[in-house]
């Protein structure tokens, strides 16, 4: 199985900041990310596929990027409606996701 | 809109199967695309447990192919999901899901999502 981990796994952040979260795969897979965000009782919701694709409907101030083992998506102005965990799959092989990374009000 | 919806008993005996089922309204699942279950213990992460095409093709997570049945019926445009000797560690929320097709190749992320459903495992 493709490993994927998250850093970090949880930050403080304020309306307004520009946050980045990073992901790393255990091995290659090219640009087969995809990122989804999920609030508390809700199901995820897919944000970016295929590295840095925005899904339609998405708001810009939401971007990916990387490829190989190393990728990050980065909230360019966070909104209050962007506090939620962050998690990254890969569907390079048998779908795996990372851990997530939980982002809250500082 | 693409609409999933899971119902099944949210809760399961140990040792015996978990069965679920997931509507889909809005699309025919005839029309093509896979659809995939994917599970979330409280307060952890996300798993992927299998995905099922309309023509019946399934593939599983590894970890679970033993235990793990994907069937799909498309005459009432559903697809269930089967999961025998179920522990305390099957415990979860589960998801249905879409997965997503670009350019007519199957792509394994999921654009679509049910609201999930909790499943205890307990006696």
């Known amino acids: 199985a493709i490993r994927m981990t998250q850093s970090p796994s949880s930050f403080s952040a304020s309306t307004g900041d520009r946050v980045t979260i990073t992901c790393r795969a255990s091995?290659?897979?090219?640009?087969?990310l995809a990122w989804y965000q999920q609030k508390p009782g809700k199901a995820p919701k897919l944000l970016i596929y295929?590295?840095?694709t925005l899904q339609s409907g998405v708001p810009s101030r939401f971007s990916g990027s990387g490829s190989g083992t190393d990728f990050t998506l980065t909230i360019s102005c966070l909104q209050s409606e962007d506090f939620a965990t962050y998690y990254c799959?890969?569907?390079?092989?048998?779908?795996?996701f990372g851990p997530g990374t939980k982002v809250d009000i500082k | 809109q693409v609409q999933l919806q899971e119902s099944g008993p949210g809760l399961v005996k140990p040792s015996e199967t978990l069965s679920l089922t997931c509507a889909v309204s809005?699309?025919?699942?005839?029309?093509?695309?896979?659809w995939g279950w994917i599970r979330q213990p409280p307060g952890k992460g996300l798993e992927w447990i299998g995905s099922?095409?309309?023509?019946?093709?399934?593939y599983y997570n590894p970890s679970l192919k033993s235990r793990v049945t994907i069937s799909v019926d498309t005459s009432k445009n559903q697809f269930s999901l089967k999961l025998s000797s179920v522990t305390a560690a099957d415990t979860a929320v589960y998801y249905c899901?879409?997965?997503?097709?670009?350019?007519?190749?199957?792509?394994?992320?999921?654009?679509?999502w049910g609201q999930g459903t909790l499943v205890t495992v307990s006696s």
């Open positions: 295929a590295a840095s």
């Open positions: 099922i095409y309309h023509s019946g093709s399934t």
């Open positions: 799959q890969q569907y390079y092989s048998y779908p795996t």
């Open positions: 091995q290659g897979i090219s640009s087969y």
């Open positions: 809005g699309y025919s699942i005839s029309s093509g695309y896979y």
């Open positions: 899901a879409r997965g997503a097709m670009v350019r007519g190749v199957k792509r394994d992320y999921f654009d679509y």
